[in-house]
């Protein structure tokens, strides 16, 4: 059995059998993978607290044939983030990111930076860093890395550049903004205006460490809150299940 060690975040543990657990992890170098954890319901020694949900831990794990289930062997903890099972809030804003995460990437799809992102706003919701900002910050970044960029250069129906003067309104079914000569605003497709647009830009664009949270004033964060919501819905084709525990 060919046997491989990746960093890893726990996305959800199942009990399995008399003492096993079923466990779906995000590997930094291989995607979302699921594993056997023989006797891991007992075994202390073996995995050493590192198959709680949403922890990041090193884990050994093999397969004995291609398309079989990983048997996961041993872990070692690197970050147990107690901070996100310690409140409801944040609980349901980490499933939320885990359910996002999930639905953009399906399994043995492997990307470093969505398993960075998802790794580092769990470090800062362990911090106790505002939740709405955290949250605004992963869904653009999580959305861009699936292949889903709001295009924000032009508008979706004319044509004309947006030059990020004035207000647009975002189209959920283009990915994109639209020019209020073309399209007024309702609740499906929310209108932008011009500060809240460059900034979602550098959210799509960056890793969100980098990103100046000052300028994330209330009013942003209220604009930019409606228009990814009606993104993800539309893209995913339905609310995320983990959506509604989130106020
Ligand atoms: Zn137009």
New binding site residues.
Partial sequence: MDTYVSNAIIMRVKEFGESDLLVTFFTADKGRLAGVAKGGRKSRKRFANCLDLFCLASLEYGQRRKGDLYLLESGRLINGFAGLRSDFASLSIASYMSELTETLFPQNVAEMAMFELLRDSFVAIDEGKGIDLVRICFEARAMTLGGYRISLDR?A??G?PYAGVGRAVFMRNKGGI??L??EKPSRNNPGLGPDAAKILGNMQSEAWEKIDLTALTADVVNEIRPVLKQHIEFRAGRPLKSARYLK
């Fill in positions: 508008c129906k004319c004309r639209a020019c000569n073309c």
